[in-house]
């Protein structure tokens, strides 16, 4: 736990929030200002603090992340969704604890 990580936090139970999903080692829940009808991060319970900071151990910790979205979006009944992860300040990342976005229920635009 790092104690100034408003997500280690939330693990800890000292801040709340609307859980979509617990285990041992991932906890997911809605996102605070929704940027599509279902919006839900996804973290690890350790703090790692960017997607640059997992090793080749946490190959499995990185697979049950992913492996969570995808049960969010089943959960959800989601045809269609887009999961994405931003990397570093550069990258758009704001809270330095590392997190899958789940977006989903309504039409993703082209990234193209
Ligand atoms: P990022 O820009 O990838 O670091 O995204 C951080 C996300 O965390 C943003 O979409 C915020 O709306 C969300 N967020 C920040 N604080 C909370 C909170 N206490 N509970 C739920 N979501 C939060």
């Not at 736990?1 to 609307?18: H, N, P, S, W």
């Not at 997607?51 to 151990?57: A, G, K, N, V």
């Not at 309504?106 to 990234?111: D, E, F, G, L, Y």
């Amino acid at each position: 736990m790092t104690t100034d990580c408003i997500f280690c936090k939330i693990v800890a139970g000292e801040l709340g929030c609307d859980k979509l999903y617990e285990d041992d080692s991932v906890l997911a829940f809605r996102d605070i200002s929704p940027k599509a009808p279902v919006h839900g991060l996804v973290i690890p319970k350790r703090h790692v603090a960017t997607l640059d900071d997992f090793t080749d151990d946490d190959a499995e910790l990185l697979g049950r992340l992913m492996r969570t979205a995808t049960a969010i979006a089943a959960d959800h009944n989601l045809e269609g969704y887009r999961i994405a992860m931003n990397v570093n300040a550069l990258g758009g990342q704001v809270v330095f604890h590392a997190h899958l976005h789940i977006l989903g229920g309504r039409q993703m635009r082209h990234m193209g």
